[in-house]
Nanobody
Framework: QVQLVESGGGLVQPGGSLRLSCAAS????????MNWYRQAPGKQRELVAV???????NYGDSVKGRFTISRDNSKNTVYLQMNSLKPEDTAVYFC????????????WGQGTQVTVSS
């Protein structure tokens, strides 16, 4: 199993920045991609950012140009740098790991709350 622990959430003013971290542990070998999702109350879960094992990245349209996903393989940690935050970015942010060997396996962290408000 893979354990994922998010951190770095909190309260920030509009226009501010936060950096989320996702630390992975357990059977982490062979992870194909790491993702950030977010979900606001009463809304659908939204894919925010993706980073593959090869280092390529993709972003949801709503965060392009503002968010950056990166990783530090030595620390088994993925980051989400969030700049120019807007109130509509308020959500619980979840880290997700995918491994496709022997079928698709998906793992989730517990989530970290991000609130963008004055």
């Amino acid at each position: 199993q893979v354990q994922l622990v998010e951190s770095g959430g909190g309260l920030v003013q509009p226009g501010g920045s936060l950096r989320l971290s996702c630390a992975a542990s357990g059977s982490i070998f062979g992870i194909n991609a790491m993702n950030w999702y977010r979900q606001a109350p009463g809304k659908q879960r939204e894919l925010v950012a993706v980073i593959t094992s090869g280092g390529s990245t993709n972003y949801g349209d709503s965060v392009k140009g503002r968010f950056t996903i990166s990783r530090d393989n030595s620390k088994n940690t993925v980051y989400l740098q969030m700049n120019s935050l807007k109130p509509e970015d308020t959500a619980v942010y979840f880290c997700n790991a995918v491994r496709t060997s022997l079928g698709r396996n998906s793992y989730w962290g517990q989530g970290t709350q991000v609130t963008v408000s004055s």
